[in-house]
T-cell receptor, first 112, second 113 residues
Framework: QKEVEQNSGPLSVPEGAIASLNCTYSDRGSQSFFWYRQYSGKSPELIMFIYSNGDKEDGRFTAQLNKASQYVSLLIRDSQPSDSATYLCAADGSSNTGKLIFGQGTTLQVKP | EPEVTQTPSHQVTQMGQEVILRCVPISNHLYFYWYRQILGQKVEFLVSFYNNEISEKSEIFDDQFSVERPDGSNFTLKIRSTKLEDSAMYFC???????????FGDGTRLSIL
């Protein structure tokens, strides 16, 4: 069973701090990795995607990928109360059909 | 910014009835997907669709489920005889290529009574 694992949290950080969210995946054939943000009762919203080992930065967000360790992370700098949401990590399968395998999600709470 | 559109936003149906959930993917996208999320659980893959055929389906996607692209813009999910356990949020997504980011619609909340 191919899986993506996340700590469900909640992860609580003060406003202005760095939030660090982590994810591991089991399918070594996965090539594409995505972070989605999901507010309660809403749909997943794409935040970041990463295909290569290393870091990828976009504004306050940095995604990190280590394929050898099968580990993906998301850093949120200068966290804001509006960042409070559930963050979903997803990996594609090795079948090349685009199927995404989602983790359970980590709930982030940013306290003013 | 182009977006995926889903209708209806909420569907209430008696057990055993057929439902059709509708989606309009982003216009230049080629890959289409359905996912579901039972309340409090993870988002689960149902089916991927490319070039007018199913490219992959999950164990959840049994004979009660079917998908169709009836015209150049709509993508539908049909559940033939609904069960109580089909109650969930159903999300449609689309992408330009198979491994590119998928953009999700707002979802249809399906409630089976």
């Amino acid at each position: 069973q191919k899986e993506v694992e996340q700590n469900s949290g909640p992860l609580s950080v003060p406003e202005g701090a760095i939030a660090s969210l982590n994810c591991t995946y089991s399918d070594r054939g996965s090539q594409s990795f995505f972070w989605y943000r999901q507010y309660s009762g809403k749909s997943p919203e794409l935040i970041m995607f990463i295909y290569s080992n290393g870091d990828k930065e976009d504004g306050r967000f940095t995604a990190q990928l280590n394929k050898a360790s099968q580990y993906v992370s998301l850093l949120i700098r200068d966290s804001q109360p509006s960042d409070s949401a559930t963050y979903l990590c997803a990996a594609d399968g090795s079948s090349n059909t685009g199927k995404l395998i989602f983790g359970q999600g980590t709930t982030l709470q940013v306290k003013p | 910014e182009p977006e995926v559109t889903q209708t209806p936003s909420h569907q209430v149906t008696q057990m055993g009835q057929e439902v059709i959930l509708r989606c309009v993917p982003i216009s230049n996208h080629l890959y289409f997907y359905w996912y579901r999320q039972i309340l409090g659980q993870k988002v689960e893959f149902l089916v991927s669709f490319y070039n007018n055929e199913i490219s992959e389906k999950s164990e959840i996607f049994d004979d009660q489920f079917s998908v169709e692209r009836p015209d150049g813009s709509n993508f539908t999910l049909k559940i033939r005889s609904t069960k109580l356990e089909d109650s969930a949020m159903y999300f449609c997504a689309s992408s330009g290529q198979g491994r590119q980011p998928q953009h999700f619609g707002d979802g249809t909340r399906l409630s089976i009574l």
